[in-house]
């Protein structure tokens, strides 16, 4: 082999090697919600420029200015749909992405935990009301005396509210599209809004309109709290500069105001349909989406379930072997066991105890950053779901255990069979039969609560569903389709499930032949 060929495989090796160690990659992770429209939406294919994700297409302002910085960079975009929460902290520090870029406004409390680029856009505050509702023709914020406002969560838009006198102050929303369906179902009387998103909103809702106030009339508050900026983990000075030096250089108002004015004009939505229409709508245009997110959604739970039942099987096995060790038994074996019991009870104690939701905070972004262990999205969820499963089958295994007679256990110790010959030939079959509904009602629960996995970014049913009615601020229509496809799933699992128990109990009528003279009985 030539010496010039080795040389170039170390140094293959060698750039391998400080890659792995140091995280360098060609890709810049960029976070947002993909469905705040103007500034990011969701779509399902690449037109009007948008970037491939998880599901589908994410398109507006925000990834327009993405690109821009990813091409001076010199990076590879990625675009990473994040869910808002996510974006304020756990996902830049647990470094699932390298910067929001998300139409976020840099807050003195936001900085404490993030670093923020210079404005990429300046925006101001408006209400966003019915059309030809009761607050439409208001000139100033103190004529809201007895609307119901709102704002979205964590956020200056709701914070704001208790300058306006009179109002009612309502619980904040997550995000726009939510507060745009209980704007136009009457649940609320308005929103806080920026004037990009207010545009955005009244042009996908032709009965909307936003109200915008001068000095006098309008909010108080600083500019800087609501200019948007690009955010990134506290301490990379050099990043920053370097999004800074591009926002300066390559990024003027003007351009930035051109990519605006396009993004508004290209935003999904703005025509006028009946409810029948826009479910239609979504069928026929977004019906592979809702198919992946199917499957999606039958892979994780029903894995989850199996494996779940697996670790279920060993931890109520090992729980059941400590209650049945004697005084006989070698000593260490028994404090083993014993230790064993203990970590049982400690891991069902929590899995049980703490909702999936957190779980799944904790560990994809706890994880990453605490132990640098960076899974990904898909590995997360079997995960989660496995463990969590687990917890849950290991108390039914025990209880099915418990439910059979103790003379049995005698019989089998009386004739000589070991504790796993007793298990796999006696007590399993009767406990699984015993348990199968259970087994199944844990499988439809799962179906249904992979739909928390979302805050991780997996692409399941409900998370598609989410992306599709932000997009288009059409929550209701698009919730009758999810909801329609989890029943079908719950209930057509649940036939199945049926039968299966039935083809393990057998016929429920027997005939005898008389062992005599072979005659039916």
């Not at 972004?365 to 499963?389: C, D, R, W």
């Not at 928390?452 to 599709?468: D, P």
Request: glycine share 8%.
């Amino acid at each position: 082999m030539k010496f010039s060929t080795i040389k170039n495989k170390i140094l293959t090796l060698l750039v391998f090697i400080a890659t792995f160690v140091t995280g360098y990659s060609d890709d810049i992770k960029v976070g947002m919600e993909c469905g705040y429209a103007p500034f990011n939406w969701f779509q399902n294919d690449a037109k009007r420029g948008a970037v491939k994700v998880d599901g589908g297409y994410c398109g507006g302002y925000d990834v327009e200015i993405a690109k821009v910085i990813a091409k001076k960079l010199n990076k590879n975009l990625v675009i990473v749909k994040t869910e808002w929460d996510a974006l304020l902290g756990p996902a830049i520090n647990s470094g699932k992405v390298d910067l929001v870029i998300a139409g976020m406004s840099a807050t003195p409390e936001r900085r404490q935990s993030l670093a923020f680029s210079k404005s990429y856009y300046e925006s101001d505050l408006v209400v966003v009301v019915k059309k030809n509702g009761k607050y439409a023709n208001a000139k100033s914020i103190n004529d809201f005396a007895g609307a119901k406002i709102t704002g979205q969560l964590n956020t200056l838009h709701y914070d704001v509210i208790d300058q306006m006198k009179g109002v009612q102050k309502q619980t904040a929303m997550e995000n726009f599209p939510a507060m745009i369906v209980a704007l136009n179902s009457g649940k609320i009387d308005g929103y806080i809004s920026e004037r990009p998103g207010a545009m955005a909103a009244q042009f996908s809702n032709p009965d909307l309109k936003f109200i915008s106030f001068d000095k006098n009339t309008g909010f108080k508050y600083d500019t800087a709290e609501v200019n948007v900026a690009v955010g990134m983990k506290l301490g990379n000075t050099e990043l920053e500069e370097k999004v800074n030096k591009i926002l300066d250089e390559d990024l003027t108002p003007k351009v930035r105001q051109e990519i605006m004015e396009k993004a508004i004009q290209n935003q999904p939505g703005g025509n006028s349909r009946s409810f029948t229409g826009w479910v239609t709508y979504f069928i026929q245009k977004n019906w592979k989406e809702f198919v992946k997110g199917t499957l999606v959604t039958l892979f994780i739970s029903i894995t989850g379930t199996v494996v779940g039942f697996l670790i279920g099987l060993v931890v109520a096995l090992f729980r059941h072997s400590e209650s049945e060790t004697d005084e006989q038994t070698q000593k260490y074996k028994k404090y083993g066991l014993k230790f064993i019991n203990t970590l049982s009870s400690v891991y069902i104690a929590v899995f049980r105890g703490t909702p999936m939701i957190v779980q799944s905070m904790v560990i994809y972004y706890g994880l990453s950053q605490v132990f640098n262990i960076n899974l990904s999205p898909m590995v997360a969820a079997l995960f989660i779901v496995s463990i969590n499963t687990g917890a849950y089958m290991s108390e039914i295994i025990r209880g099915g255990i418990d439910s059979i007679d103790n003379g049995q256990f005698e019989a089998a110790k009386a004739i000589g069979m070991t504790n796993f010959q007793l298990m796999q030939s006696i007590i399993f079959p009767q406990m699984f039969r015993n348990i199968l509904p259970m087994i199944g009602n844990e499988l439809i629960v799962n179906i249904k609560d992979t739909s928390v996995l979302n805050v991780i970014s997996v692409t399941e049913l409900f998370f598609i569903s989410k992306s599709v009615a932000g997009t288009y601020s059409r929550y209701y229509e698009v919730f009758i389709i999810t909801s329609v496809i989890y029943f079908f799933l719950t209930f057509t699992l649940s036939l199945i499930l049926k039968q299966i128990e039935k083809r393990i109990d057998g016929p429920q009528h027997f005939e005898f032949l008389d062992d005599t003279d072979g005659e039916e009985k």
